[in-house]
């Protein structure tokens, strides 16, 4: 059942939204990003007060034990704001260590929670965003996920074309890893996708409200383009397709939080369509805004790169497309 | 996972289930757009009626169930996945119906509503005219007042279903001196009266889907009129929000056709897996789009039920369906090895059928660029059109 958001949820996922909107600005954005760590120092503290690492975080290990359905709600609005905290990270790490009752979750969970310790996720061959300044390493290897630590591994700086993000590939070794419960890698995987595609669709709204606005101030020919047909169709048609990938994004959390049958197929389909969206929105978005948009100087480029930059690393489209392919040759409908 | 579930709809999903596999037709009915076919779809619609089919979200002293919009939804999945015959009262249950409940009178209701559900009165639809097509507002038919009612006077053209139906409905200006949407008056009219002559037109797949109507000295009563005098485009305009929204193509329509897609994919993967490997991408958005647009339009419902109106999102409702089933129906036709020579072979015909219907969509209930710009001004602000 994808049953809307409580209020309480709402509320929180509003309280958190301003301190986006107060913190994180693109002036903030864009100062991070000239720094070695690409982040707001000061939106990373309050953060941290409200509790928002432990967002999803089980109030036994000290975090606010929030469903995936009211942190899908937060990262939207992270996504609405190109937010380049480590969300997505903390979320996984909840989800994977909160899922088996080892040892590694009671002593990272509180940590992660209060917003001492971070965590970095390596999916697959990729660099890793974040593992330079991690305290903890999640390697999902094929079936198996590992906690590794950084201390044992070898980083080489790789550069990301989305300016907040700092990745290395990691050369890392199974020896003095702990292998994670059976099961951890498929936990992983979704909750990514699902993380991703919320916050993809974040960036989605956000370049078509700011088409919208550009449209609405530049003149052309002496009217506003945003009264030109092939524009507003233009528009429309982006509109269109991100109304369609919302109820696919809660959708997908909402099956997450369930933990329902179809949960990988939908976490699937949620990161296929907002990866989709979120580049035909870039693409629309910088087409209406035409050559102030290719530049540095217009905060366009801020969305658009961590769009491309947030598909590419947790949402990848073609696996997730080969992998529903491969579902769908097999005769299983959901 | 089902986007609402529950035992009780459970319930009913399996009893339209059980139904459709016990009175199917044995073979599908012939086209509702030639006079026989028409009188086939026409019994099967009274079947559906007497096991309370037919119009499943009506109260039940009109014929209906009383049940809500998701179980319509449930509903109409059984329905297009058993490859039921499609519905002949399509236009007056869904497009009309709403009108006449929102805006008729106890006595219309009474009067109209009971025999639309048991298929005795089928209606056609006459917005359209020769100069007033997306620019529904230009329409020039006429009505004047006379002794206890109205004389009609005027045009329509792409009439659906008009060839065979019993009754239309449309807008006729009621008011000379008004200016475009003002001064327009909702009228419904027996197709068997004095002056009305239908000519049908051969569509593109040479069935007579729709028609032109001409009125000539038509004389109707003031219980043929919906709603006010003068306020028939406000009362169009809530029927064509039903129109695009959640009630004319049901999700149900696009899981069935992609599940059949998708069935067909992997028997020509069997038989030609070059040609099915060329089409893989297409097979699997077409039934993530169906998928998609199924979880829209619950959302939409649950929306709709907890008191937020349809509104002007509709319009993207209407994008998304139209150009989904062409995709759907023009995949479907490439995995056929020269489709367009074998129209006869029966597992060929209902593609090519689909595939032609499809076309229309982007067309009727309100052509895509009228709706993209219905999105881009009522929704996204931006100004109107500067003409």
Same mark, same amino acid.
């Given at each position: ?177 702990? #292998? +994670? &419960?059976?099961?951890? !890698?498929? =936990? $992983?995987?979704?909750?990514?996708? @699902?993380?991703? *595609? %919320?916050?993809? /669709? ?31 169709? #233009? +528009? &429309?048609?982006?509109? !269109?397709? =991100? $109304?369609?990938?919302?109820?696919? @994004?809660?959708? *997908? %959390?909402?099956? /997450? ?33 035409? &050559? ?14 961590? *769009? ?27 | ?387």
């Amino acid at each position: 059942m994808t049953a809307p958001p409580t209020t309480e949820a709402q509320e929180f996922a509003g309280a958190v939204a301003d301190l986006f909107d107060r913190y994180s600005s693109t002036e903030a954005l864009r100062e991070a990003h000239a720094t070695s760590a690409g982040r707001v120092p000061a939106l990373r503290e309050h953060l941290a007060r409200m509790g928002v690492p432990g967002l999803s975080i089980s109030p036994a290990h000290g975090g606010l034990g929030a469903d995936a359905e009211a942190t899908t709600a937060i990262l939207i609005e992270a996504g609405r704001r190109a937010v380049s905290e480590p969300l997505i990270e903390h979320v996984v790490a909840a989800a994977v260590l909160g899922s088996s009752d080892s040892d590694l979750a009671d002593l990272w969970l509180p940590r992660l929670a209060a917003g001492t310790a971070e965590v970095a996720i390596g999916l697959a061959e990729q660099p890793v965003p974040g593992a330079r300044t991690a305290d903890l390493l999640l390697m999902i290897d094929g079936d198996a996920a590992w906690a590794v630590d950084p201390a044992s591994v070898e980083l080489a700086e790789t550069m990301s074309v989305d300016p907040g993000m700092r990745p290395c590939s990691v050369t890392w070794s199974k020896d003095g890893a702990q #292998e +994670l &419960a059976p099961g951890s !890698a498929d =936990i $992983a995987r979704r909750t990514v996708a @699902v993380a991703a *595609a %919320a916050q993809l /669709l974040g960036l989605s709204e956000a370049m078509l409200d700011a088409a919208v606005a550009w449209a609405l101030v530049r003149e052309q020919f002496g009217r506003k383009i945003g009264g030109f047909q092939a524009v507003k169709h #233009e +528009l &429309a048609s982006v509109y !269109a397709e =991100i $109304a369609f990938c919302r109820p696919v @994004v809660l959708h *997908a %959390a909402a099956s /997450l939080a369930s933990s329902t049958t179809s949960a990988d197929h939908d976490a699937s389909h949620a990161a296929l369509r907002a990866s989709r969206v979120s580049r035909y929105v870039a693409r629309a978005a910088l087409q209406v805004h035409g &050559a102030v948009g290719y530049t540095q100087e217009h905060d366009l480029h801020l969305f658009m790169t961590r *769009a491309w930059a947030v598909s590419s690393v947790w949402a990848d489209p073609v696996r997730h497309l080969y992998r529903i392919t491969q579902e769908l040759r097999s005769d299983q409908l959901s | 996972m089902h986007p609402t579930a529950s035992p009780t709809r459970e319930e009913l999903r399996l009893e339209v289930r059980r139904w459709l596999a016990q009175h199917l037709p044995r073979s599908p009915l012939e086209s509702f757009d030639t006079e026989a076919g028409f009188a086939a779809h026409r019994e099967w619609e009274r079947l559906l009626h007497s096991a309370g089919l037919a119009v499943v979200t009506w109260p039940v002293e009109l014929g209906g169930r009383g049940l809500d919009i998701i179980d319509w939804l449930i509903f109409e999945e059984e329905y297009w996945a058993s490859g039921a015959p499609g519905r002949v009262g399509q236009n007056g249950i869904f497009l009309l119906a709403p009108a006449i409940f929102e805006f008729g009178t106890e006595e219309q209701k009474a009067r109209l509503l009971p025999p639309m559900a048991r298929g005795d009165e089928v209606w056609a639809q006459a917005w359209s005219e020769p100069g007033a097509g997306s620019d529904l507002a230009a329409l020039t038919s006429r009505a004047d007042r006379t002794e206890g009612g109205w004389r009609l006077n005027g045009h329509k053209i792409w009439s659906t279903r008009a060839a065979f139906a019993d009754r239309m409905f449309g807008l006729f200006r009621t008011d000379q001196d008004a200016e475009r949407h003002r001064g327009l008056t909702y009228f419904l009219v027996p197709m068997s009266a004095e002056g009305v002559t239908v000519r049908p037109i051969r569509q593109l797949d040479g069935g007579a889907g729709f028609a032109e109507i001409f009125l000539d000295d038509v004389l109707v009563t003031d219980d043929d009129v919906l709603g006010d005098v003068d306020r028939g485009w406000h009362v169009a305009m809530s029927t064509t929000a039903s129109e695009r929204g959640l009630m004319l193509r049901s999700p149900g329509r696009f899981l069935a056709s992609s599940a059949r897609l998708l069935e067909l994919w992997r028997r020509v993967s069997e038989s030609e897996p070059v040609r099915a490997a060329s089409l893989e991408a297409r097979v699997v958005d077409a039934r993530l789009d169906a998928e998609a647009y199924r979880l829209y339009v619950h959302a939409a419902a649950r929306a709709s039920m907890s008191g937020t109106p349809v509104g002007p999102e509709s319009s993207a409702n209407k994008l998304f369906w139209s150009e989904l089933d062409i995709r759907i129906h023009e995949t479907g036709l490439d995995l056929v090895d020269g489709w367009a020579t074998r129209i006869d072979d029966a597992d060929v015909a209902p593609w090519v059928d689909g595939f032609e219907f499809s076309l229309a969509g982007p067309i009727y209930a309100g052509t895509n660029e009228i709706q993209r710009n219905i999105i881009a001004e009522r929704i996204l602000g931006l100004p109107r059109d500067a003409s």
